[in-house]
């Protein structure tokens, strides 16, 4: 995986190639006498996507025509994500082969995985949000149409309007569309603050971060198979990637936010243990893990935020270690669940690997941050700690014998995705070893504290999952209900304001309709209708209206 | 110098005349064929319809390079009756033009077996002849004269099919249009007494008179704005536009879409910028009130809209809502607003013709009407609710359709001139039409299908198009139309920095505005 530096040429197109490809296939779909060919290409159209992340060289493509002028850029952080991107819908794509046999689905999987994939390459927030809606607004029919996909749908409609108004903003100002520029504005702005605000909940909504995780785990949980994949992935190139590519990492220190990132990362990771531990659903408990992640991960860039010299390091790490926490966790998703009796340590040693290569990943981001700070902030430790045990949680499958087994096709699936993601770390080492050879005098004694949170908290975890098992369940989503309470009562005041209007009309136009009747049986009024109708009326009526009019009209 | 003082051609001194005159004399012939003489109808208004393509597309190559088009008939002593062309009318005029090909199309497919048809087309002809008339204006008799032949026109449109709904219907539209006509009329003549001419010209023609008649000025913009606010569905004066849904599909789109909606908007964007100047309108403090009104119909439509299970009825207070738009992006004084403002007329016309020719399809196909029965209809007419899936999108604003360069545009006018309570409008805005839109798309397409349509209806005919799905979903005359211009609604968003776009074609019409000396 190489540093940024575009190639001209055709290169320079291969890009292009990846969200076109699926789109390719969906026109291909219109016609019949390929249709079948389609359909079975289908579960493999991110293929294209993965063979780019790996070997295309680094690339921009501007496309000034399109939308508001758009590029696509194949960078280091893009890569990453692209091949992590490309191997969850991959995954989501074996276990919907079946499904897919009805081009109505095919039309909605093609659409979102072009905007997923679309997204690791977006330079631009216009062309983020457009790759964004593109990726979720089929993702809620893949996902089922139920309630968890339904809020999720309401909350990016929000979450984009809020990213929209921020963009118009930073645009006001005098900020060009690119991230780099929109970055550079932001820190310089004094509006920073709101700005950061508005950027942290359109995207922080998208990543499912600990406050704006109410749409997570009750997708998650109701999701079939096929989505898990699609949905994780939503999560890291929607969410975690925009963030990345926005804040200003390696400019000016910005300790209000830093510490505002730091703070959130553990105020998430202690509301993410309380709920998620408390979790009926396995892979609810998860969706919690999911997030308890994105906190500490908003958490890493706060760090880099507040602190510029470690931002260098974790601008290096960040990309891959997304990449590899996103494999685990769908991993994790896909092995979460009841295993019957046969087969019941197989699927726990796959859950317990899953979450392994999600530590991996986390202490993969955190090693240079250790190395490189005097001191690790300690809501960063305390966040790991609880990352550490909703992973430890998360790998323990339930042993009810009465639930249904997690299905072959799943595991197998999740197999994969492990694999895939073991490999990915073998490649992410020598681009560890040359950030950790960059930091000046770096110092294991950091990290161990960091590995102790982490593997400690994850053993807790594993143990307290099994303790807590007969306790009270909390509903997936736990602020929803607050909320679908608000909202139903917010259409309760509309409908009612809706019926009052409506009386009131109704009144008005009663009234009215009294009058109009009123008149109409006038007889006075009848008969001065009848002197109208006249000829000789009418015509002198109306030169005196000719008259009046070339009066009032003569000039002066 | 400027191009458009340049001299021109004779021959093109008809151009602008051979527009009215490719689908007035259809519209009178189509009057007297009989109802079997179904082809040549057809013919003759398929025939006006590309002709009058051809003509404006002339028009378009010409005003690029620096052509000017006007016709001057002598009317009164001191007021021609003048028909101009320059960028802001091209820009209505390639709207009403191709979007009365495409419908006429789909009212063809869709008045198929219907009665009187002859009397139909004749109007819907002499409809656009009106519209296109308006697009022309050159001074505000002309505008006027025009705008009333509208009112003429559409009415038996509206009261074609004859029931007591319609009647009903027609008389509130008259009601409400003559009013307006007579506000309309009133002020331009006291305009014309104060100024002595109504030539519309740029940066308007009453600046030489603002400071010494500021009211008189202000009560004139009063009653034209409300003249024209009428048909642009300004609340409060949008009670007929809900009401005329009993219309047949064809004119519901065509007069949501082209002709009387967006000739009442068109209205308020001339008074604004060619007859008080958009920054004269503001030192005499006029576009403050305009934009207030606008902001309060953009949210009133919307929430109606929420409570409507009648899909046209839903669509009709989504224009009210929409429209208003238009007026917001004038009244907010600033080129970047303007641009957001002049272009939305054509992407809101291209989306809402999408959704009222689906209405119609839904309807005609199945007798669904209202959006408690769509349940599952996306299974059964995948290819009209993919367009009404399209064009509903659009209207939420979400990219890459047209809706969302329209509302990024207005966005940032708001904030350049310094304002930031319509941003919050927009944003509240695209809340509701999510909020009223979101739950048909999910109803079509993620619910259970009804049982009375779930299959082929007896008697249906499959057509070339709806056999690829190997179902039959409807006949293609009434599936082409919502097909392409719902593919327009995507290809102007996606394609908006492209030369010749509309928003390309705004921006050139709001420097015009702005910037030129």
Same mark, same amino acid.
């Given at each position: 995986?190489?540093?940024?530096?575009?190639?001209?040429?055709?290169?320079?197109?291969?890009?292009?190639?990846?969200?076109?490809?699926?789109?390719?296939?969906?026109?291909?779909?219109?016609?019949?006498?390929?249709?079948?060919?389609?359909?079975?290409?289908?579960?493999?159209?991110?293929?294209?996507?993965?063979?780019?992340?790996?070997?295309?060289?680094?690339?921009?493509?501007?496309?000034?025509?399109?939308?508001?002028?758009?590029?696509?850029?194949?960078?280091?952080?893009?890569?990453?994500?692209?091949?992590?991107?490309?191997?969850?819908?991959?995954?989501?794509?074996?276990?919907?082969?079946?499904?897919?046999?009805?081009?109505?689905?095919?039309?909605?999987?093609?659409?979102?995985?072009?905007?997923?994939?679309?997204?690791?390459?977006?330079?631009?927030?216009?062309?983020?949000?457009?790759?964004?809606?593109?990726?979720?607004?089929?993702?809620?029919?893949?996902?089922?149409?139920? @309630?968890?996909?339904?809020?999720?749908? *309401?909350? !990016?409609?929000? =979450?984009? #309007? +809020?990213? $929209?108004?921020?963009? %118009?903003? /930073?645009?006001?100002?005098?900020?060009?569309?690119?991230?780099?520029?929109?970055?550079?504005?932001?820190?310089?702005?004094?509006?920073?603050?709101?700005?950061?605000?508005?950027?942290?909940?359109?995207?922080?909504?998208?990543?499912?971060?600990?406050?704006?995780?109410?749409?997570?785990?009750?997708?998650?949980?109701?999701?079939?198979? @096929?989505?898990?994949?699609?949905?994780? *992935?939503? !999560?890291?190139? =929607?969410? #975690? +990637?925009? $963030?990345?590519?926005? %804040?200003? /990492?390696?400019?000016?220190?910005?300790?209000?936010?830093?510490?505002?990132?730091?703070?959130?990362?553990?105020?998430?990771?202690?509301?993410?243990?309380?709920?998620?531990?408390?979790?009926?659903?396995?892979?609810?408990?998860?969706?919690?893990?999911?997030?308890?992640?994105?906190?500490?991960?908003?958490?890493?860039?706060?760090?880099?935020?507040?602190?510029?010299?470690?931002?260098?390091?974790?601008?290096?790490?960040?990309?891959?270690?997304?990449?590899?926490?996103?494999?685990?966790?769908?991993?994790?998703?896909?092995?979460?669940?009841?295993?019957?009796?046969?087969?019941?340590?197989?699927?726990?040693?796959?859950?317990?690997?899953?979450?392994?290569?999600?530590?991996?990943?986390?202490?993969?981001?955190?090693?240079?941050?250790?190395?490189?700070?005097?001191?690790?902030?300690?809501?960063?430790?305390?966040?790991?700690?609880?990352?550490?045990?909703?992973?430890?949680?998360?790998?323990?499958?339930?042993?009810?014998?009465?639930?249904?087994?997690?299905?072959?096709?799943?595991?197998?699936?999740?197999?994969?995705?492990?694999?895939?993601?073991?490999?990915?770390?073998?490649?992410?080492?020598?681009?560890?070893?040359?950030?950790?050879?960059?930091?000046?005098?770096?110092?294991?004694?950091?990290?161990?504290?960091?590995?102790?949170?982490?593997?400690?908290?994850?053993?807790?975890?594993?143990?307290?999952?099994?303790?807590?098992?007969?306790?009270?369940?909390?509903?997936?989503?736990?602020?929803?209900?607050?909320?679908?309470?608000?909202?139903?009562?917010?259409?309760?005041?509309?409908?009612?304001?809706?019926?009052?209007?409506?009386?009131?009309?109704?009144?008005?136009?009663?009234?009215?309709?009294?009058?109009?009747?009123?008149?109409?049986?006038?007889?006075?009024?009848?008969?001065?209708?009848?002197?109208?109708?006249?000829?000789?009326?009418?015509?002198?009526?109306?030169?005196?209206?000719?008259?009046?009019?070339?009066?009032?009209?003569?000039?002066? | 110098?400027?191009?458009?003082?340049?001299?021109?051609?004779?021959?093109?001194?008809?151009?602008?005349?051979?527009?009215?005159?490719?689908?007035?004399?259809?519209?009178?012939?189509?009057?007297?064929?009989?109802?079997?003489?179904?082809?040549?109808?057809?013919?003759?208004?398929?025939?006006?319809?590309?002709?009058?393509?051809?003509?404006?597309?002339?028009?378009?190559?010409?005003?690029?390079?620096?052509?000017?088009?006007?016709?001057?008939?002598?009317?009164?002593?001191?007021?021609?009756?003048?028909?101009?062309?320059?960028?802001?009318?091209?820009?209505?005029?390639?709207?009403?033009?191709?979007?009365?090909?495409?419908?006429?199309?789909?009212?063809?497919?869709?008045?198929?077996?219907?009665?009187?048809?002859?009397?139909?087309?004749?109007?819907?002809?002499?409809?656009?002849?009106?519209?296109?008339?308006?697009?022309?204006?050159?001074?505000?008799?002309?505008?006027?004269?025009?705008?009333?032949?509208?009112?003429?026109?559409?009415?038996?449109?509206?009261?074609?099919?004859?029931?007591?709904?319609?009647?009903?219907?027609?008389?509130?539209?008259?009601?409400?249009?003559?009013?307006?006509?007579?506000?309309?009329?009133?002020?331009?003549?006291?305009?014309?007494?104060?100024?002595?001419?109504?030539?519309?010209?740029?940066?308007?023609?009453?600046?030489?008179?603002?400071?010494?008649?500021?009211?008189?000025?202000?009560?004139?913009?009063?009653?034209?704005?409300?003249?024209?606010?009428?048909?642009?569905?300004?609340?409060?004066?949008?009670?007929?536009?809900?009401?005329?849904?009993?219309?047949?599909?064809?004119?519901?789109?065509?007069?949501?879409?082209?002709?009387?909606?967006?000739?009442?908007?068109?209205?308020?964007?001339?008074?604004?910028?060619?007859?008080?100047?958009?920054?004269?309108?503001?030192?005499?403090?006029?576009?403050?009130?305009?934009?207030?009104?606008?902001?309060?119909?953009?949210?009133?439509?919307?929430?109606?809209?929420?409570?409507?299970?009648?899909?046209?009825?839903?669509?009709?207070?989504?224009?009210?809502?929409?429209?208003?738009?238009?007026?917001?992006?004038?009244?907010?004084?600033?080129?970047?607003?303007?641009?957001?403002?002049?272009?939305?007329?054509?992407?809101?016309?291209?989306?809402?013709?999408?959704?009222?020719?689906?209405?119609?399809?839904?309807?005609?196909?199945?007798?669904?009407?209202?959006?408690?029965?769509?349940?599952?209809?996306?299974?059964?007419?995948?290819?009209?609710?993919?367009?009404?899936?399209?064009?509903?999108?659009?209207?939420?604003?979400?990219?890459?359709?047209?809706?969302?360069?329209?509302?990024?545009?207005?966005?940032?006018?708001?904030?350049?001139?310094?304002?930031?309570?319509?941003?919050?409008?927009?944003?509240?805005?695209?809340?509701?039409?999510?909020?009223?839109?979101?739950?048909?798309?999910?109803?079509?397409?993620?619910?259970?299908?009804?049982?009375?349509?779930?299959?082929?209806?007896?008697?249906?005919?499959?057509?070339?198009?709806?056999?690829?799905?190997?179902?039959?979903?409807?006949?293609?005359?009434?599936?082409?139309?919502?097909?392409?211009?719902?593919?327009?609604?995507?290809?102007?968003?996606?394609?908006?920095?492209?030369?010749?776009?509309?928003?390309?074609?705004?921006?050139?019409?709001?420097?015009?505005?702005?910037?030129?000396?």
């Amino acid at each position: 995986m190489n540093a940024v530096g575009a190639e001209a040429g055709l290169p320079m197109l291969l890009p292009a190639l990846v969200p076109l490809w699926p789109l390719a296939l969906l026109v291909a779909l219109i016609f019949p006498p390929g249709r079948g060919l389609v359909l079975r290409l289908t579960p493999w159209a991110a293929l294209p996507a993965l063979l780019v992340a790996v070997a295309a060289p680094p690339a921009v493509l501007p496309l000034p025509r399109l939308l508001l002028g758009v590029s696509l850029r194949l960078d280091t952080s893009g890569r990453w994500l692209l091949a992590a991107v490309a191997l969850l819908w991959l995954a989501g794509g074996w276990l919907a082969r079946g499904w897919l046999c009805e081009p109505r689905r095919a039309v909605a999987f093609l659409l979102a995985m072009s905007g997923a994939l679309w997204l690791p390459l977006a330079s631009d927030l216009p062309s983020t949000l457009t790759a964004s809606v593109l990726a979720a607004y089929p993702l809620y029919g893949l996902l089922g149409g139920r @309630r968890g996909s339904r809020v999720l749908l *309401a909350s !990016v409609v929000v =979450a984009d #309007l +809020l990213l $929209l108004e921020a963009t %118009l903003l /930073l645009v006001q100002a005098g900020a060009g569309l690119d991230f780099e520029a929109l970055g550079e504005a932001l820190v310089e702005l004094e509006s920073r603050n709101i700005l950061f605000a508005l950027l942290l909940l359109g995207f922080g909504t998208k990543a499912g971060l600990m406050g704006l995780h109410y749409w997570l785990a009750p997708t998650m949980a109701e999701a079939p198979s @096929r989505a898990l994949g699609p949905a994780t *992935a939503f !999560v890291l190139a =929607a969410g #975690l +990637l925009p $963030l990345l590519r926005l %804040l200003p /990492l390696g400019g000016p220190a910005w300790p209000l936010a830093g510490a505002a990132l730091s703070w959130l990362a553990l105020v998430g990771g202690v509301w993410a243990v309380a709920v998620g531990l408390l979790q009926a659903s396995p892979r609810a408990r998860t969706a919690y893990a999911l997030s308890a992640l994105s906190s500490l991960w908003l958490g890493l860039l706060g760090l880099g935020l507040a602190v510029p010299a470690s931002s260098t390091a974790l601008i290096g790490v960040l990309p891959s270690a997304t990449a590899l926490f996103g494999l685990g966790v769908a991993a994790l998703l896909l092995a979460g669940g009841v295993s019957g009796r046969h087969g019941r340590h197989e699927a726990q040693a796959l859950a317990l690997l899953s979450a392994l290569l999600a530590m991996l990943a986390v202490l993969g981001a955190m090693l240079p941050a250790a190395a490189s700070s005097d001191v690790l902030h300690w809501p960063i430790m305390g966040s790991l700690a609880c990352v550490g045990i909703m992973l430890g949680a998360s790998a323990r499958l339930p042993m009810d014998a009465e639930r249904r087994p997690v299905p072959g096709p799943d595991q197998r699936t999740a197999a994969l995705l492990v694999a895939s993601g073991l490999c990915l770390a073998l490649v992410a080492i020598p681009s560890r070893v040359e950030v950790l050879l960059t930091v000046d005098a770096w110092s294991v004694d950091p990290v161990i504290p960091a590995m102790t949170a982490l593997f400690g908290g994850g053993g807790v975890g594993f143990a307290a999952a099994a303790a807590l098992a007969r306790w009270r369940r909390v509903p997936a989503g736990d602020l929803l209900i607050l909320i679908e309470r608000a909202i139903a009562g917010l259409v309760v005041a509309f409908d009612q304001l809706g019926a009052g209007i409506a009386v009131w009309r109704d009144r008005f136009q009663g009234v009215t309709g009294q009058i109009a009747r009123g008149i109409a049986e006038q007889t006075a009024i009848d008969g001065a209708e009848k002197r109208l109708r006249r000829w000789s009326i009418a015509t002198v009526l109306l030169l005196i209206l000719g008259a009046a009019v070339a009066l009032l009209a003569r000039p002066g | 110098m400027n191009p458009l003082l340049e001299p021109q051609l004779p021959a093109d001194a008809l151009l602008p005349l051979l527009v009215l005159v490719s689908s007035l004399v259809p519209g009178l012939v189509v009057f007297f064929l009989g109802e079997k003489r179904v082809r040549t109808r057809m013919l003759l208004n398929l025939g006006g319809a590309f002709l009058k393509l051809g003509l404006v597309a002339w028009m378009i190559w010409g005003v690029v390079h620096g052509q000017r088009y006007e016709v001057r008939l002598p009317l009164l002593d001191d007021l021609d009756l003048v028909l101009r062309v320059g960028a802001l009318s091209l820009l209505f005029l390639v709207l009403s033009a191709g979007l009365w090909l495409v419908t006429t199309v789909y009212a063809v497919g869709y008045l198929e077996q219907a009665p009187h048809r002859s009397r139909f087309f004749g109007f819907f002809s002499l409809c656009v002849t009106a519209t296109v008339g308006v697009a022309m204006a050159g001074n505000l008799l002309t505008f006027v004269l025009f705008f009333e032949m509208l009112t003429l026109t559409t009415y038996p449109l509206l009261v074609h099919r004859g029931t007591e709904a319609a009647r009903q219907a027609g008389i509130v539209y008259l009601a409400h249009t003559v009013l307006a006509g007579v506000l309309l009329l009133a002020g331009t003549v006291w305009l014309y007494t104060l100024t002595g001419t109504l030539t519309f010209a740029p940066r308007g023609f009453v600046s030489e008179i603002a400071d010494s008649h500021p009211g008189e000025l202000t009560a004139i913009f009063a009653l034209l704005i409300a003249g024209v606010g009428v048909k642009a569905a300004l609340v409060p004066l949008h009670g007929w536009l809900p009401r005329a849904m009993v219309a047949p599909a064809p004119v519901s789109a065509l007069l949501h879409a082209v002709a009387v909606v967006k000739a009442g908007a068109f209205g308020v964007v001339l008074i604004v910028y060619d007859v008080f100047g958009v920054e004269q309108a503001a030192e005499l403090g006029l576009t403050g009130p305009l934009a207030l009104v606008a902001g309060v119909t953009i949210v009133y439509g919307s929430l109606r809209a929420l409570f409507q299970d009648d899909l046209k009825r839903r669509l009709a207070f989504s224009t009210v809502s929409q429209v208003s738009y238009i007026v917001l992006g004038v009244a907010i004084v600033g080129p970047l607003a303007s641009v957001g403002g002049i272009v939305h007329l054509v992407h809101q016309g291209i989306m809402k013709i999408t959704l009222f020719f689906c209405a119609g399809n839904l309807a005609e196909t199945l007798g669904i009407h209202k959006i408690s029965e769509m349940n599952g209809v996306g299974r059964r007419m995948p290819w009209t609710m993919g367009a009404f899936t399209i064009a509903a999108l659009g209207m939420i604003g979400v990219p890459p359709i047209a809706g969302f360069i329209s509302k990024w545009y207005l966005g940032l006018g708001a904030l350049e001139a310094g304002v930031h309570w319509p941003l919050y409008v927009l944003t509240a805005s695209s809340l509701l039409n999510a909020a009223y839109f979101l739950p048909i798309l999910q109803a079509a397409w993620l619910r259970e299908p009804d049982a009375r349509w779930a299959e082929p209806m007896p008697g249906a005919q499959p057509s070339p198009i709806a056999s690829w799905w190997s179902r039959p979903e409807t006949r293609w005359l009434l599936l082409l139309p919502p097909l392409v211009t719902a593919a327009l609604s995507l290809l102007l968003g996606l394609f908006a920095s492209m030369p010749f776009s509309a928003l390309e074609w705004s921006l050139l019409i709001a420097e015009r505005e702005f910037y030129y000396p």
